[in-house]
């Protein structure tokens, strides 16, 4: 007897492995995981792998008690840098991630082919709705196609049906990622369906309202969080208990730049839904993201943002103009080309 979406994982999988890693006959897959990991979805991953003649190796860890650096005193560093070191491709399915820990720092440092891929939290349900039922190309044409616009754009507005609305000017000397889905050159991937941006940061000026969720420290918001902006920096929050515990995090830290903002997102993964995972959250379709805190000199230069920490929250139903030109409405995508191609997807 077939047990819950068998075999609509094992088509996601091996999505994953053919389309999106491209693997290879005799590479070396490592997949990792933890104790509050999706065993099912490991196991099809590592399935598809070895069909389609690659050597899988699965590290199962502890989950730690934190995330990033922060799960370093619970991992075995070196031996765990070790094998990544020598691998083709790693996908990341941990639930407290390795994402910006020691291991995964030397592993990106020293393995200059290994191609990483981020899909954390991952259970069998969020892979088969963000990836096994998403058309992957028509998705990557889209992606790439806003990030076109917006690369070559100068001033964006956006605005929410909760309160938002921010303006400010994008900077083309800092770093515009597209998420698309692929993880076929090496470096570091993500799960399709995200665009980051990183505006001047002293330009963006308005009202930012969370509505969907805000990690750290919320999770799902009950309701929303609103902050003035001026000049890149938050002056003042409001809301209900969720605001506050948020202001309290991030007092916390005793960092002014906690309260910068770092980036924004959009998201249009056509599987997403909202759910408190952040992975999923940030490409529920229509919404856009904003992350305060720390931010890499990588991806904007020369300084970057020198914090001790980094949040996200979510803006859904968000209406974004690229110099004054409306290309989505309250979530839904309006702009002439890119209505077409979004409608195709989201059939």
Known sequence: MARLYEYELGKASDILMRDMFAVKSGETVVITADTESDERVVNAAARSAFAFGAKPMVIWLPAAQGVGKAADPMLPVDALAGALCKADAWVEFNNKWLLYSTPFEIAMKENERLRYLCLVGMDADLMIRTIGRVDKKRLAEFLHRVADMTGSARTMKITTPAGCDLEFE????????????SADVPGMHMLAGQICFIPKLKSINGTLVFDGALMPPCGLLKEPV?????????????????????????ESFDDPNMFRLAHGCYGFNPGAKLTGNILEDERVWGCTEWGLGYLSPIDAPPEGIDAKSHTDGICLNSSVWLDGEMIMDKGKVVHRELKAMADEIQK
Do not use: Y
Request: hydrophobic share 30%.
């Open 170 to 181: 994008l900077e083309p000397k800092h770093k515009l990622s597209c998420d698309d889905g």
């Open 226 to 250: 609103v902050l003035k902006v001026e000049k890149g920096r938050v002056t003042d929050i409001n809301g209900g208990s969720q605001a506050q515990e948020f202001k309290a995090w991030l």
